[in-house]
């Protein structure tokens, strides 16, 4: 019988990162243009990330690798990804927390030992409805010292302002799919199909229990993003780097 252990835990993780890739062909260089932005606004090594809607960790073990002093602290909803993630990552430079980030108190459930470096997600906070994003960001905005972060990677659209420029970021990210043979792998709902049929994903399975909700009824753009980052306090925010509809937002404290 397979064991879910650190190494399987792994291989769970790397047909995510194929099925994530199915709908961002340039994943990769979403995540290096994140560390980027730490690296070149970074006023200390030993930085404290914390990962919103952190998922399986990927971004974490990204970051962890390029900042070799650094510690993240993830935080998701989500049991399975959580559990995948711990197995896979879990020292005494990452740990994660079970909380919901559209609820109040999530920022306190992190036990955070300072002020955060910095905030950053990726592909996580588009199922968030425009409010609960809105308080999510002023929330960040006053748990940061001047100076830090809010670095967020998605698909994020122009909105009834721009149907056109829309459609054109989704083809064009779709044609880069194609370009790069990212368009055939794993999709989500297949990803999932795999994690339901397996047998030592069984107890995550029962604890996940469905998941949670992920109905979008008030999207927020790319625009509402940087608003509510100025609104919130942030000095400065704006998209730094975009192929198509993938983007990654950053505000400065």
Known sequence: MTVLDAARARY???????????????????FEAIGDVLDELRDRDDLLIVDLGVG???????????FPAARVVGVDADPLLLGLAD??????????????????????????????????STTALHWMNREPLRQLIGTCAAALKPGGLFIDGDHLYEGPAGPRLDALGK???ARRGDRQGTAAAEDWAQWWD?????PELAELVRLRDGGFEH?????PTVHDYVSFAKAAGFAEAGTVWQYGDDRVVVGIR
């Open 12 to 30: 769970w993780i790397e047909r995510w990162d194929r099925q994530q890739e199915h709908y961002m062909p340039d994943r990769e260089q979403r």
């Open 56 to 66: 399986p960790g990927t971004l974490a073990q990204r970051l962890l690798g390029r």
């Open 87 to 120: 197995l896979a990552l879990g020292s005494d430079r990452f740990r994660t927390v079970f909380a919901d980030l559209r609820a109040e108190g999530w920022l306190e459930a992190l036990e955070l030992d300072r002020e955060p470096d910095a905030f950053v």
């Open 171 to 173: 083809a064009m990210t």
């Open 194 to 198: 795999a994690v339901a049929r397996a």
């Open 215 to 219: 109905t979008v009824h008030d999207r």
